[in-house]
Nanobody, 127 residues
Framework: QVQLVESGGGLVQAGGSLRLSCAAS????????MGWFRQAPGKERDFVAA????????YYADSVKGRFTISRNNARNTVYLQMDSLKPEDTAVYYC????????????????????WGQGTQVTVSL
């Protein structure tokens, strides 16, 4: 079973950039579509971005479209989230998640579709 570990969070000023990484253990990483979610204090965990098993399809929340880029490297068992033009409202704990699927084009924004989650990494954007 795949285990997920996020890294790359931190404190950044508005307008800055961060790159999050999510490293997966195991040898079946390409069997999973991957997603990023975020949760701000007192709020629900919201979808950010998703990528299909081999990276052919991506999907973004409207709030991050044009600023964030999701990518993956199956040889390194890693999915990335490049975050540019960060805003204070991007402040949250960011989680990566895995969705095991046979569909090579599948991406999904629904939390219920993801059955494996990392522990999260904090991103704080200051004014």
């Amino acid at each position: 079973q795949v285990q997920l570990v996020e890294s790359g969070g931190g404190l950044v000023q508005a307008g800055g950039s961060l790159r999050l990484s999510c490293a997966a253990s195991g040898r079946t990483f390409s069997s999973y579509a991957m997603g990023w979610f975020r949760q701000a204090p007192g709020k629900e965990r919201d979808f950010v971005a998703a990528i299909s098993r081999f990276g052919g399809s991506t999907y973004y929340a409207d709030s991050v479209k044009g600023r964030f880029t999701i990518s993956r490297n199956n040889a390194r068992n890693t999915v990335y989230l490049q975050m540019d033009s960060l805003k204070p409202e991007d402040t949250a704990v960011y989680y990566c998640a895995a969705d095991q699927t046979y569909d090579v084009f599948r991406t999904t924004m629904f939390r219920e579709s993801y059955h494996l989650w990392g522990q999260g990494t904090q991103v704080t954007v200051s004014l």
